[in-house]
């Protein structure tokens, strides 16, 4: 029995060892990859590998509950908001297949919410009240070159009546006097009546201001015959007496170029609890790609966007108040390009780093610089390298947030420019002439950077792409940890999956990192195959959370006042070196306004910390936050939830 057994066992061995070397004779590079891909497992996954680099893992909805997530906020229930609208999908759109999901990361359970429209490129941030602020969306998708069959543009009604408004339904059809081409509306229009001017030195009423409406008109009949190449005025069919007389329309070039997006007006609060939409007063100007962020008072400044007619909305900025649920104008004019990252500053103040998304002039709003809302007032801040390659770059306000420096990170050319930067700018707006100054490089030049502020005041930066959405295979699958002190970036993990457009980053409370998104336009280096969405949401578990063990936290209060004090148990007090408030992310198009880490002071006892809230209302903005704190291993306990009122 045992020779026999010998002689099978020697056997297998022999056809084992063949067949190994007709592999290696007939194909040496497929068994090399094999080699190495099992020795970077091996590796990726050894212990003291992840004490140094940490580690990714991949998260794949069922497939029924997969979507195009496009927008990620974390709540305060711990569960993550997925909202997708329609996805960038036409198909979607147009079957008014609007999705949105809340998965709870620790439990794995995913939820469907009904979405009310569709919030594809919605703007978004966190009110104090725990509820996460939606407004803007998609009311039409683009049209590229070639696709458009009818000439259209942009259609300025004005009405010269003093005394009244005047409505011109969807449909209402506007004749040039010189081209005699005829135009058909989309939507209504309300034209405001026209203002009285006087003038104090001749006591004479001069000529009256006209009240304007911008609407959007396409041509009766599709070819290029209809195209319209100079400006003209243009009547308005099926009025008549004064009406005909006041109210007329003025249009440029009206043509078969490019359709960009169309915004709209809705307006939501996505409650965390009931977790569905809660519809509230819709905003005054329709915006697509617009950004919210909150204000000292806590109302929220909305602006930017493409409008309802595709066009940048004209410097007309608004506000929202969570008491009305109403929104009101600011006063004056000021226009910036889409998702601008411009964020609350220490004395009232907004600071616009000059980072942006995408649409609008390339010398509109581009500068970075101090805004002051209240007088309209804004100063340029100077000494940004690669100034015009801000589109697509990432800002971060380092922690803590007390230092008040910002990091603007990478960024590419306007529109679909090969142009991508490596650098990084850093300013601290605490000198009394900030400006900005280089930080570390990166290693490749990257659009669509994800960065996540850590609870060790660490920040890790990953992903995006060197060219235009990932074209030419360029999306990069590098991760890094920007480490305060050293002022250097360290290479750690490399994520599992590329991702550059429509991607993003959110901090767990238990200290991880959930990834989420990219929107390749093309799957292959020769840029010849479509790109597909990228669902899967990817995880990344810090080098701080294999240390060992983690302090703990518990107890404590659930509300504490800004100047107050709060005690919470802890059986490491000991060990505990840091604590800091985090406010939660709200992410999406490489612009996450909410995140911040405030250090707070610290005074252990014998079972636990106490932490003191600052008293700056613009630095501690009302809402929940969580709190963390951090042993002298660098390893954070998972948080607690406060609300700061």
Same mark, same amino acid.
């Given at each position: 029995?045992?020779?026999?057994?010998?002689?099978?066992?020697?056997?297998?061995?022999?056809?084992?060892?063949?067949? !190994?070397?007709?592999?290696?004779?007939?194909?040496?590079?497929?068994?090399?990859?094999?080699?190495?891909?099992?020795?970077?497992?091996?590796?990726?996954?050894?212990?003291?590998?992840?004490?140094?680099?940490?580690?990714?893992?991949?998260?794949?909805?069922?497939?029924?509950?997969?979507?195009?997530?496009?927008?990620?906020?974390?709540?305060?229930?711990?569960?993550?908001?997925?909202?997708?609208?329609?996805?960038?999908?036409?198909?979607?759109?147009?079957?008014?297949?609007?999705?949105?999901?809340?998965?709870?990361?620790?439990?794995? /359970?995913?939820?469907?919410?009904?979405?009310?429209?569709?919030?594809?490129?919605?703007?978004?941030?966190?009110?104090?009240?725990?509820?996460?602020?939606?407004?803007?969306?998609?009311?039409?998708?683009?049209?590229?070159?070639?696709?458009?069959?009818?000439?259209?543009?942009?259609?300025?009604?004005?009405?010269?009546?003093?005394?009244?408004?005047?409505?011109?339904?969807?449909?209402?059809?506007?004749?040039?006097?010189?081209?005699?081409?005829?135009?058909?509306?989309?939507?209504?229009?309300?034209?405001?009546?026209?203002?009285?001017?006087?003038?104090?030195?001749?006591?004479?009423?001069?000529?009256?201001?006209?009240?304007?409406?911008?609407?959007?008109?396409?041509?009766?009949?599709?070819?290029?015959?209809?195209?319209?190449?100079?400006?003209?005025?243009?009547?308005?069919?099926?009025?008549?007496?004064?009406?005909?007389?006041?109210?007329?329309? &003025?249009?440029?070039?009206?043509?078969?170029?490019?359709?960009?997006?169309?915004?709209?007006?809705?307006?939501?609060?996505?409650?965390?609890?009931?977790?569905?939409?809660?519809?509230?007063?819709?905003?005054?100007?329709?915006?697509?790609?617009?950004?919210?962020?909150?204000?000292?008072?806590?109302?929220?400044?909305?602006?930017?966007?493409?409008?309802?007619?595709?066009?940048?909305?004209?410097?007309?900025?608004?506000?929202?108040?969570?008491?009305?649920?109403?929104?009101?104008?600011?006063?004056?004019?000021?226009?910036?390009?889409?998702?601008?990252? &411009?964020?609350?500053?220490?004395?009232?103040?907004?600071?616009?780093?000059?980072?942006?998304?995408?649409?609008?002039?390339?010398?509109?709003?581009?500068?970075?610089?101090?805004?002051?809302?209240? /007088?309209?007032?804004?100063?340029?801040?100077?000494?940004?390298?690669?100034?015009?390659?801000?589109?697509?770059?990432?800002?971060?306000?380092?922690?803590?947030?007390?230092?008040?420096?910002?990091?603007? &990170?990478?960024?590419?050319?306007?529109?679909?420019?090969?142009?991508?930067?490596?650098?990084?700018?850093?300013?601290?707006?605490?000198?009394?002439?900030?400006?900005?100054?280089?930080?570390?490089?990166?290693?490749?030049?990257?659009?669509?950077?994800?960065?996540?502020?850590?609870?060790?005041?660490?920040?890790? !930066?990953?992903?995006?792409?060197?060219?235009?959405?990932?074209?030419?295979?360029?999306?990069?699958?590098?991760?890094?940890?920007?480490?305060?002190?050293?002022?250097?970036?360290?290479?750690?993990?490399?994520?599992?999956?590329?991702?550059?457009?429509?991607?993003?980053?959110?901090?767990?409370?238990?200290?991880?990192?959930?990834?989420?998104?990219?929107?390749?336009?093309?799957?292959?280096?020769?840029?010849?195959?479509?790109?597909?969405?990228?669902?899967?949401?990817?995880?990344?578990?810090?080098?701080?959370?294999?240390?060992?063990?983690?302090?703990?936290?518990?107890?404590?209060?659930?509300?504490?006042?800004?100047?107050?004090?709060?005690?919470?148990?802890?059986?490491?007090?000991?060990?505990?070196?840091?604590?800091?408030?985090?406010?939660?992310?709200?992410?999406?198009?490489?612009?996450? &306004?909410?995140?911040?880490?405030?250090?707070?002071?610290?005074?252990?006892?014998?079972?636990?910390?106490?932490?003191?809230?600052?008293?700056?209302?613009?630095? !501690?903005?009302?809402?929940?936050?969580?709190?963390?704190?951090?042993?002298?291993?660098?390893?954070?306990?998972?948080?607690?939830? !406060?609300?700061?009122?």
């Amino acid at each position: 029995m045992k020779d026999g057994s010998s002689r099978r066992r020697a056997r297998r061995i022999a056809i084992g060892a063949a067949v !190994v070397l007709a592999l290696a004779g007939m194909n040496g590079p497929a068994l090399y990859r094999f080699g190495s891909d099992q020795y970077h497992d091996y590796k990726i996954n050894r212990p003291e590998y992840k004490a140094d680099n940490g580690k990714w893992d991949i998260v794949e909805f069922p497939e029924k509950d997969r979507l195009n997530t496009i927008h990620a906020a974390l709540l305060r229930t711990g569960k993550i908001l997925l909202v997708a609208g329609s996805g960038n999908n036409q198909d979607n759109f147009d079957a008014k297949k609007f999705d949105t999901r809340v998965w709870d990361p620790v439990k794995g /359970t995913i939820k469907d919410i009904p979405t009310p429209a569709d919030l594809f490129c919605t703007g978004h941030t966190q009110l104090s009240n725990g509820n996460l602020l939606i407004a803007g969306g998609t009311k039409r998708y683009e049209k590229l070159k070639g696709d458009v069959t009818k000439a259209g543009g942009l259609m300025i009604v004005h009405n010269e009546n003093p005394d009244k408004p005047i409505t011109l339904p969807a449909g209402t059809r506007f004749t040039g006097k010189e081209n005699g081409k005829t135009f058909v509306s989309k939507d209504p229009v309300v034209v405001e009546r026209a203002e009285k001017k006087f003038d104090p030195v001749t006591k004479k009423f001069l000529r009256n201001e006209p009240g304007l409406g911008r609407i959007y008109v396409e041509a009766q009949k599709s070819g290029a015959k209809y195209e319209t190449g100079t400006q003209d005025n243009y009547r308005v069919q099926g009025l008549s007496g004064a009406d005909a007389r006041n109210t007329y329309g &003025i249009a440029q070039k009206l043509a078969l170029d490019k359709k960009d997006f169309q915004g709209i007006k809705d307006a939501y609060e996505f409650d965390p609890v009931a977790e569905k939409y809660i519809k509230v007063d819709p905003m005054n100007e329709a915006r697509w790609y617009p950004t919210l962020t909150t204000l000292s008072d806590g109302k929220v400044l909305s602006l930017s966007g493409l409008d309802e007619i595709g066009q940048l909305v004209p410097g007309k900025n608004e506000v929202y108040d969570p008491k009305t649920k109403k929104w009101t104008y600011t006063k004056g004019i000021r226009q910036f390009p889409t998702y601008p990252a &411009i964020s609350l500053m220490q004395n009232g103040k907004l600071f616009y780093s000059g980072a942006n998304a995408g649409y609008g002039p390339d010398d509109v709003g581009r500068d970075p610089g101090i805004w002051d809302v209240k /007088t309209n007032k804004f100063r340029k801040v100077p000494g940004m390298s690669d100034p015009k390659l801000l589109e697509t770059a990432g800002t971060v306000l380092l922690p803590p947030a007390q230092d008040e420096k910002y990091m603007v &990170i990478g960024g590419g050319g306007v529109g679909e420019s090969d142009k991508s930067s490596k650098k990084t700018r850093v300013i601290d707006l605490l000198n009394d002439n900030p400006k900005f100054e280089d930080g570390p490089e990166l290693e490749k030049g990257t659009r669509y950077p994800q960065y996540s502020i850590m609870p060790d005041d660490s920040v890790l !930066v990953s992903g995006g792409s060197e060219d235009y959405r990932g074209r030419g295979d360029s999306n990069i699958l590098q991760a890094h940890l920007y480490e305060k002190g050293s002022e250097s970036f360290k290479r750690v993990a490399d994520p599992l999956v590329g991702r550059n457009y429509h991607s993003g980053s959110i901090l767990l409370p238990d200290g991880r990192v959930m990834f989420f998104g990219s929107d390749s336009l093309y799957s292959d280096a020769a840029n010849t195959k479509p790109g597909k969405f990228e669902q899967r949401i990817e995880i990344y578990t810090p080098p701080y959370l294999y240390q060992g063990s983690r302090p703990s936290l518990s107890g404590g209060p659930k509300t504490v006042e800004r100047g107050d004090s709060a005690t919470f148990s802890s059986k490491h007090a000991s060990s505990i070196k840091t604590a800091r408030l985090m406010r939660p992310s709200a992410s999406t198009h490489v612009t996450d &306004i909410d995140q911040r880490s405030i250090a707070l002071d610290l005074k252990k006892t014998k079972t636990g910390i106490t932490v003191t809230i600052p008293k700056n209302r613009n630095l !501690v903005q009302s809402g929940w936050y969580m709190l963390f704190v951090t042993d002298d291993q660098g390893t954070p306990s998972e948080a607690q939830w !406060v609300k700061i009122p």
